[in-house]
């Protein structure tokens, strides 16, 4: 452990019995902190708090008690996705305590490498990715935080010999403190998440913090096709390991050569490369070698290479994961071929800029299913690709009118809206045959729903699943 008795005696509130909170709860309990859990949702409903309880860890369920928070807690662990204004968490900042997620306590707790990855869109493809970059170069890596395994978990699992590698959201990035990566990755900035955040700027400001401990002994990897990612550059000490896809970079990066012009097609045969601190050129693949379809994760590629790189892996390493890998679950997966017409789960895209970016990497006539939670959005980001790329949509949930409007005014006549059923995967399952009845041999269904899913489903691998389940059965 980097500082063993950084919480020893401490007295710590961990707010969310999700995965990360009773993980960083556990974690803080065997430091030797002595840890209050809090979770509004009601003792049935926490199934979690007895375990926590058989280890001397106090669990209060059912709401927020007005002493929970008080001048004697040390620090508050939170829930990435509780907002700052819910009462626990005002209050303790009112009162000038600490309050951090889970990551935070985590990299306190461990002297390992730390590659740390955030984004909009591409997080847990590039997270992944780079896990298999790494294992392919014996570098021993574990694959952690967002994607799944809280850090904490990974931090008290790791040896000398292993890499970090950690998926981060704005939410865990915003509720950090000191936290430092030895390599921090930035793939891009969309307009997303601002019923969270409120604003942009705090949005980039939370993706940002990735970068904000980083010294000249550290690596910043990000996409310099990215206005707002360049627009970062001036306020990072740590040294600039750029990717592009529109640019043969002429300091140390890693590029498409020859590079993509926007807007044009042609056949040219292009290369990743990496150029090194001496200016030497090292050619690593030719991209159409590369295992993921679209445009889109040729980006992706880019930031694993560089992020991989850095961590100490050779370029000669990195070919066959870049070959071989074929995606994560819920990201453009293909499903099957019913009939003639193939089926892809992009259940991930919650945002707009999402489902523009699974639009472009296939290239074949798209009925797409989309529409979920409503945070406001005019969805008119989907229109040039709705009129380039979509020959019908199917709209659900809260966003289905807006969804609809947005095709009505790209020139679609084939636009559906499924009204809400008895269940939500009743619901998908009817967008799902529409789809089917008006897509053609040849052609592609697509769920890329630009939403979050809490309208209808859990998570969006809830209705990830639900959409396989049911092109299976079709």
Same mark, same amino acid.
């Given at each position: 452990?980097?500082?063993?008795?950084?919480?020893?005696?401490?007295?710590?509130?961990?707010?969310?019995?999700?995965?990360?909170?009773?993980?960083?709860?556990?974690?803080?309990?065997?430091?030797?902190?002595?840890?209050?859990?809090?979770?509004?949702?009601?003792?049935?409903?926490?199934?979690?708090?007895?375990?926590?309880?058989?280890?001397?860890?106090?669990?209060?369920?059912?709401?927020?008690?007005?002493?929970?928070?008080?001048?004697?807690?040390?620090?508050?662990?939170?829930?990435?996705?509780?907002?700052?204004?819910?009462?626990?968490?005002?209050?303790?900042?009112?009162?000038?305590?600490?309050?951090?997620?889970?990551?935070?306590?985590?990299?306190?707790?461990?002297?390992?490498?730390?590659?740390?990855?955030?984004?909009?869109?591409?997080?847990?493809?590039?997270?992944?990715?780079?896990?298999?970059?790494?294992?392919?170069?014996?570098?021993?890596?574990?694959?952690?935080?967002?994607?799944?395994?809280?850090?904490?978990?990974?931090?008290?699992?790791?040896?000398?010999?292993?890499?970090?590698?950690?998926?981060?959201?704005?939410?865990?990035?915003?509720?950090?403190?000191?936290?430092?990566?030895?390599?921090?990755?930035?793939?891009?900035?969309?307009?997303?998440?601002?019923?969270?955040?409120?604003?942009?700027?705090?949005?980039?400001?939370?993706?940002?913090?990735?970068?904000?401990?980083?010294?000249?002994?550290?690596?910043?990897?990000?996409?310099?096709?990215?206005?707002?990612?360049?627009?970062?550059?001036?306020?990072?000490?740590?040294?600039?390991?750029?990717?592009?896809?529109?640019?043969?970079?002429?300091?140390?990066?890693?590029?498409?050569?020859?590079?993509?012009?926007?807007?044009?097609?042609?056949?040219?045969?292009?290369?990743?490369?990496?150029?090194?601190?001496?200016?030497?050129?090292? +050619?690593?693949?030719?991209? #159409?070698?590369? =295992? %993921? &379809?679209?445009?889109?994760?040729?980006?992706?590629?880019?930031? /694993?290479? *560089?992020?991989?790189?850095?961590?100490?892996?050779?370029?000669?390493?990195?070919?066959?994961?870049?070959?071989?890998?074929?995606?994560?679950?819920?990201?453009?997966?293909?499903?099957?071929?019913?009939?003639?017409?193939?089926?892809?789960?992009?259940?991930?895209?919650?945002?707009?800029?999402?489902?523009?970016?699974?639009?472009?990497?296939?290239?074949?006539?798209?009925?797409?299913?989309?529409?979920?939670?409503?945070?406001?959005?005019?969805?008119?980001?989907?229109?040039?690709?709705?009129?380039?790329?979509?020959?019908?949509?199917?709209?659900?949930?809260?966003?289905?009118?807006?969804?609809?409007?947005?095709?009505?005014?790209?020139?679609?006549?084939?636009?559906?809206?499924?009204?809400?059923?008895?269940?939500?995967?009743?619901?998908? +399952?009817?967008?799902?045959? #529409?789809?089917? =009845? %008006? &897509?053609?041999?040849?052609?592609?269904?697509?769920?890329?729903? /630009?939403? *979050?899913?809490?309208?209808?489903?859990?998570?969006?691998?809830?209705?990830?699943?639900?959409?396989?389940?049911?092109?299976?059965?079709?």
């Amino acid at each position: 452990m980097k500082h063993p008795d950084e919480y020893r005696g401490r007295q710590v509130v961990v707010l969310g019995l999700a995965k990360s909170g009773v993980q960083v709860a556990k974690t803080l309990h065997r430091s030797g902190a002595v840890v209050t859990v809090n979770d509004k949702k009601t003792r049935e409903e926490c199934p979690e708090a007895s375990e926590l309880e058989a280890l001397g860890i106090s669990v209060v369920c059912g709401g927020h008690p007005e002493g929970l928070i008080h001048a004697g807690v040390d620090l508050v662990v939170k829930n990435p996705g509780i907002p700052y204004s819910a009462p626990p968490v005002a209050k303790a900042e009112k009162l000038g305590i600490e309050v951090v997620t889970e990551v935070e306590v985590a990299y306190h707790l461990t002297e390992v490498p730390i590659i740390g990855i955030t984004g909009s869109n591409g997080k847990t493809t590039t997270t992944t990715w780079i896990g298999k970059m790494l294992e392919s170069a014996g570098l021993h890596p574990i694959i952690a935080g967002n994607i799944g395994t809280p850090l904490c978990a990974a931090a008290e699992e790791a040896r000398p010999e292993n890499r970090l590698v950690v998926e981060l959201s704005s939410f865990q990035l915003k509720g950090t403190r000191e936290f430092r990566p030895a390599v921090a990755v930035l793939l891009n900035v969309a307009k997303t998440h601002l019923d969270y955040h409120g604003t942009m700027e705090d949005y980039v400001a939370s993706k940002a913090k990735l970068f904000a401990n980083q010294t000249d002994s550290d690596t910043a990897v990000l996409n310099w096709d990215d206005p707002v990612c360049r627009e970062l550059v001036p306020y990072i000490k740590a040294k600039l390991l750029p990717f592009s896809m529109a640019e043969e970079l002429r300091t140390a990066g890693v590029y498409v050569q020859p590079s993509f012009i926007p807007g044009v097609q042609d056949n040219l045969t292009r290369h990743i490369v990496y150029r090194d601190e001496a200016g030497a050129e090292h +050619r690593i693949l030719d991209i #159409a070698e590369i =295992g %993921l &379809a679209g445009r889109f994760n040729i980006g992706n590629a880019l930031a /694993a290479v *560089a992020a991989s790189l850095t961590a100490g892996a050779a370029p000669e390493a990195l070919v066959e994961p870049l070959r071989s890998f074929r995606g994560v679950e819920h990201r453009l997966e293909f499903v099957e071929v019913k009939s003639g017409v193939a089926y892809y789960n992009n259940s991930k895209a919650t945002n707009s800029k999402a489902t523009v970016t699974a639009l472009g990497a296939l290239d074949r006539p798209i009925v797409l299913i989309a529409g979920g939670l409503d945070r406001g959005s005019d969805y008119m980001e989907l229109l040039p690709a709705f009129k380039e790329k979509v020959k019908a949509v199917v709209a659900i949930g809260q966003t289905k009118e807006k969804i609809g409007r947005v095709a009505e005014l790209a020139g679609l006549s084939d636009i559906v809206l499924v009204d809400t059923g008895t269940s939500a995967a009743d619901t998908l +399952r009817e967008a799902i045959k #529409a789809a089917a =009845g %008006l &897509a053609a041999d040849g052609d592609v269904v697509l769920l890329s729903p /630009a939403c *979050a899913s809490w309208d209808m489903f859990s998570s969006y691998e809830e209705r990830g699943r639900i959409f396989k389940e049911a092109v299976h059965t079709l």
